[in-house]
C-alpha cells in the first residue's frame, strides 16, 4: 500500500499569513496515463469532509483561489496564501494512483495563534 | 446541486450487522464510481470501498473484505453498504462520497459498535 506522511501534523498561523502543508509518498503518484491523482481534501470543525484539489493542482468548484497545490513524484504541497478564519480545521491529501487502497494522509490541523 | 444523504448507521452489539444507504441527486448518478469513506472517533480519514458504475468492479479495505459488501441501484439513485460480523473497530462515521476522487460527500451517519 501507498503511504501518505504529512508534515507538520499541527500548524499554528497568524490571520493573514501564509501556511503550507507537505505530503510525501513512499512511491510516485504519476499513473501509466500521465496523470497524477494526489487529491487535497479539507475538513472543518463538525462538517464533511471537502474536496479542494484534485489531481495535484486543480482547484475544485467555489475554492478561493488562495488555495493551491503543486508537486510532483512523491512530493506534493498546499498553500494558503492568506490564512482567514474559516480555514481553521484538518486538511488531508489522499492517493488515488496505486489503488486499491485508496489511501490518505494523516491530516494536519490548523488552527489559528 | 449535488446532494448526497445517508441514513441507517445506529449502535449495534458486536457481532452484528448493519445496512448504510445513500441516496443521491443532483447528478446522473450511474455516470460515476460511488465510494464508502469512514473516519473514527478523533481519527483521519479511511477509504473503505467503492463500486463502478454498472457494479463490475468492486474494491475493498482489507481489514473489511469478506464482512462488508457496497451495492448500488441505479434505478434508485442509491449506495448501500451492507455490514456484517461488525467490531468495535468499525465504530466510525461512514460517509458515501461521488466518484473514485471523492469529488463531493455526504453529511455521514454514525456507526457505533459496542455492547
Known amino acids: 500500500d501507498v503511504v501518505m506522511t504529512q508534515s507538520p501534523l499541527s500548524l499554528p498561523v497568524t490571520l493573514g499569513q501564509p501556511a503550507s502543508i507537505s505530503c510525501r509518498s513512499n512511491?510516485?503518484?504519476?499513473?501509466?496515463?500521465?496523470?497524477?491523482?494526489l487529491n487535497w481534501f479539507q475538513q472543518r470543525p463538525g462538517q464533511s469532509p471537502r474536496r479542494l484539489i484534485y489531481?495535484?493542482?486543480n482547484r475544485d468548484s467555489g475554492v478561493p483561489d488562495r488555495f493551491s497545490g503543486s508537486g510532483s513524484g512523491t512530493d506534493f504541497t498546499l498553500k494558503i496564501s492568506r490564512v482567514e478564519a474559516e480555514d481553521v480545521g484538518f486538511y488531508y491529501c489522499?492517493?488515488?494512483?496505486?489503488?486499491?487502497?485508496?489511501?490518505f494522509g494523516q491530516g494536519t490541523k490548523v488552527e489559528i495563534k | 446541486e449535488v446532494q448526497l444523504v445517508e441514513s441507517g448507521g445506529g449502535l449495534v452489539q458486536p457481532g452484528g450487522s448493519l445496512r448504510l444507504s445513500c441516496i443521491a441527486s443532483?447528478?446522473?448518478?450511474?455516470?460515476?464510481?460511488m465510494s464508502w469513506v469512514r473516519q473514527a472517533p478523533g481519527r483521519g480519514l479511511e477509504w473503505v470501498a467503492n463500486?463502478?458504475?454498472?457494479?463490475?468492479?468492486?474494491y475493498y479495505v482489507d481489514s473489511v473484505k469478506g464482512r462488508f459488501t457496497i451495492s448500488r441501484d441505479n434505478a434508485k439513485n442509491s449506495l448501500y453498504l451492507q455490514m456484517n460480523t461488525l467490531r468495535a473497530e468499525d465504530t466510525a462515521v461512514y460517509y458515501c462520497?461521488?466518484?473514485?476522487?471523492?469529488?463531493?460527500w455526504g453529511q455521514g451517519t454514525q456507526v457505533t459498535v459496542s455492547s
Open positions: 443532483g447528478f446522473t448518478f450511474n455516470n460515476y464510481w
Open positions: 489531481k495535484v493542482s
Open positions: 463500486i463502478q458504475q454498472d457494479g463490475s468492479e468492486i
Open positions: 462520497a461521488r466518484g473514485q476522487w471523492l469529488g463531493n
Open positions: 512511491q510516485s503518484l504519476v499513473y501509466s496515463d500521465g496523470n497524477t491523482y
Open positions: 489522499m492517493q488515488g494512483t496505486h489503488w486499491p487502497p485508496w489511501t
